[in-house]
């Protein structure tokens, strides 16, 4: 392996991180405050394709505002239904990621080819020149974000109330809290975060839509939200991990011997996940009211 | 008299309050079943598209002749075994996303029928006990993973989802390669083939296959201690555990019946749908059938009769969708279908969307008592009552 193979399996790694990162950030803010959203593979999804239509008409910024704002959207569906409905969490994310797939397949159906849709080179964002090669500016994004995150949750009063509505929503209700916003909130801000690295899938990175360019994106968030144990700097670690063994298959692919068949090579990021989740359980400890709505007494 | 009717009538509204309240669910599924057919209809509208022309062709497909009738069945049939899984885990408190995966290892499991020769009968129950011990075990890592590890059922069997998928694209590219065709696994043999049961459509007798499995599941869980245990520790975990419940036990159980029925489901997708009877590269026919099952699921109400109607409405929705995508000169792409599931699945989420029928039937009670009290015939005690 040579040091421009190196280079380059770095800068996947880092392509291939950013989506992760983002949707597990934005996963930590929503589950801190006691929602879990499985929702944000279908955030993902619909924003991918959303970003591309919205970078097509007012190039790459437009495209990853409209991704933000359809996952946005998303994560206030999600958020009014489990907070002022009192929606099972579990379901309402099954019928996301379920409505997300049938609508991006209808719209790709509409935009002509079924299944496939290219995104033009002039509503790519540019890259930029870097000591390891041309990468995405998104990168940066993803490498800042998780230290906003972080300082968020950690320093400010308004992550603090964050976790008392995770925690303890009676004591924060007591104490004036609006447990419902605050969830909403914090859900609505997830998904857009979702959304934006949906949108950086197609207008950055992937230069396509496909039916399936989520790929499980979202779930392997989850799963590096469990590796991180809400905390937003493990993030950005999880998730450079997964992205590393995801441009190792792409990387093994290319090989010209082949060593071994593609198929066992593309299940190597789940594997993987797989077992990192399973290695790090046990220690981890996650909001007590997590997944259940909020009633008062 | 006067009175005795009076009586008679306050009789028949409390057994109709009572029937309602008991329908309920039935209730809250149909008004799900029609907020997603009306948010498809307005997303067609937006997209210039007749909802009105493309629900009757759609519903005339899958239920106006006996030939819609028996796809519409034929699409269900592996709907009812994926939901059921689904169901099975949800009632023992858990949620099981992985029938997608166990669907097609079972679906490969059969194909390797095609290896060897035997009796009719018999090759059929081969096929689909392989498929069965071929899906469990699929769904048995997951839930060892969380007896020991106490990984979270839904990452793991998501993860098992997209390993069996890719574990599925090898084997039908390398392994159960048919040698004169690269595209597909070997055909399975005539001897293991569910037979046809209504001439000219794809319904074979493998629906019977299906509803005898739902059959099983409902004695199972409703009429055995161990389906007994299985819900309890769905209902509430702590009490199930205070009252000497093994919740690992009835965990593993429920991931293995699971694991039976969504196997069972890949047999029938391949031993029983004309005209390939064999696993086709890019897998179309099993793809998203595992995932479908848990809107049947969640519309069935998790119980095995509502699943099996609810299998033939979603079947329909399929099936009908197939009609739909073909008719009139600005057809709608079936992928409206998947919508209208999502939508359905989003509304089933919202207990709040249901509220406003007790609310009906309050205000129908102080209807009733307000017309009572100005004909003044009820008597005290009946008020009292």
New interface residues.
């Given amino acids: 392996m040579s040091l421009s193979d190196i280079l380059s399996l770095l800068r996947i790694s880092l392509h291939a991180m950013v989506p992760i990162t983002l949707t597990a950030v934005g996963e930590i803010i929503g589950e801190t405050a006691g929602l879990f959203n499985?929702g944000l593979e279908g955030a993902l999804l619909l924003s991918a394709f959303a970003g591309a239509i919205g970078a097509e008409f007012g190039g790459p910024i437009v495209g990853l505002l409209v991704g933000m704002v359809v996952g946005a959207g998303l994560g206030l569906?999600f958020s009014v239904?489990n907070t002022?409905?009192?929606?099972?969490q579990?379901?309402?994310g099954?019928?996301?990621?379920?409505?997300?797939?049938?609508?991006v397949?209808?719209g790709l159906?509409?935009l002509g080819a079924?299944g496939f849709h290219d995104v033009p080179k002039v509503a790519e964002l540019a890259k930029l020149q870097t000591p390891i090669g041309a990468v995405s500016p998104m990168i940066f994004v993803a490498l800042i974000v998780p230290f906003i995150a972080y300082w968020f949750l950690k320093r400010t009063r308004a992550g603090l109330i964050l976790k008392a509505v995770g925690e303890a929503p009676e004591a924060a209700d007591v104490a004036g809290i609006n447990i419902n916003l605050v969830r909403l909130l914090a859900t609505t801000f997830g998904g857009a975060l979702a959304g934006l690295g949906g949108a950086y899938m197609s207008v950055c990175w992937i230069g396509s839509v496909t039916k399936d360019i989520s790929?499980?994106r979202g779930?392997i968030a989850?799963?590096t939200v469990?590796f991180s144990g809400l905390n937003p700097l493990l993030a950005l670690l999880g998730g450079f991990i997964f992205g590393f063994f995801q441009s190792l298959a792409t990387w093994i692919k290319t090989l010209p011997s082949k060593p071994i068949?593609w198929?066992?090579v593309?299940?190597l990021p789940?594997?993987v996940?797989?077992l990192v989740?399973?290695?790090v359980?046990?220690r981890v400890r996650f909001p007590k009211e997590l997944g259940k709505p909020y009633k008062r007494e | 008299m006067s009175s005795e009717v009076t009586k008679s009538s306050s009789r028949l509204w409390r057994a109709t309050g009572r029937t309602l309240t008991g329908l309920t669910p039935v209730l809250e599924s149909v008004l799900a079943g029609v907020v997603g057919l009306l948010v498809g209809a307005l997303?067609m509208w937006i997209?210039g598209y007749d909802p009105w022309k493309a629900y009757m062709a759609m519903f005339r497909g899958a239920y106006g002749d006996s030939y819609g009738l028996a796809s519409s069945a034929a699409r269900g049939v592996p709907l009812i075994l994926t939901a059921l899984t689904f169901s099975i885990c949800m009632r023992a408190g858990m949620?099981n996303?992985g029938a997608e995966g166990q669907l097609y290892v079972g679906a490969l499991a059969a194909v390797t029928v095609g290896y060897f020769t035997l009796p009719s009968g018999l090759h059929i129950i081969a096929g689909m006990i392989f498929a069965m011990i071929a899906g469990a075990v699929w769904s048995l890592v997951p839930a060892i993973?969380k007896l020991t590890?106490?990984?979270?059922e839904?990452?793991?069997t998501?993860?098992?989802n997209?390993?069996g998928r890719?574990?599925a694209?090898?084997m039908v590219?390398?392994i159960l390669v048919d040698p004169l065709r690269g595209e597909k696994t070997i055909s399975i043999p005539m001897s293991a083939r569910f037979p046809i049961l209504v001439r000219g459509t794809d319904l074979s007798y493998s629906l019977f296959a299906a509803i005898f499995f739902a059959v099983v599941m409902y004695f199972l869980l409703w009429h055995t201690a161990m389906g007994y245990e299985v819900r309890a520790s769905g209902l509430n975990p702590a009490a199930a555990r205070y009252g000497g419940i093994k919740s690992k036990r009835t965990m593993l159980m429920s991931f293995i019946l699971g694991g039976l029925g969504a196997g069972l489901a890949g047999a029938t997708v391949v031993m029983g749908n004309p005209p390939t009877y064999a696993v086709i590269s890019g897998l179309p026919q099993l793809m998203?059938v595992g995932?479908?099952g848990?809107?049947v699921a969640?519309v069935g109400r998790n119980h095995p009769i509502g699943i099996i109607i609810a299998a033939l409405f979603f079947g329909g929705l399929t099936a009908g969708g197939r009609v739909m995508q073909f008719y009139g000169s600005n057809p709608v792409?079936l992928?409206?279908?998947?919508?209208?599931?999502?939508?359905?699945?989003?509304?089933?989420?919202?207990?709040?969307?249901f509220r406003m029928f007790p609310a009906i039937k309050k205000q129908g009670a102080t209807l009733f008592d307000l017309l009572r009290r100005l004909t003044n015939r009820g008597s005290k005690e009946e008020r009292s009552a």
Avoid: C, H
Wanted: net charge neutral; charged share 10%; glycine share 8%.
């Fill in positions: 499985i569906l239904i002022y409905w009192k929606g099972t579990m379901i309402t099954i019928g996301i990621n379920l409505f997300a797939v049938g609508l397949a209808f159906i509409k079924p790929a499980g779930f989850l799963a469990v068949p198929q066992f593309e299940m789940y594997i996940t797989l989740v399973s290695g359980i046990g | 997303l997209w949620f996303i993973l590890r106490g990984v979270s839904v990452i793991s998501i993860m098992f997209w390993i890719f574990l694209f090898y590219a390398f998203n995932f479908d848990m809107a969640m792409p992928e409206m279908v998947r919508i209208v599931m999502g939508a359905i699945v989003l509304a089933m989420s919202i207990p709040e969307l």
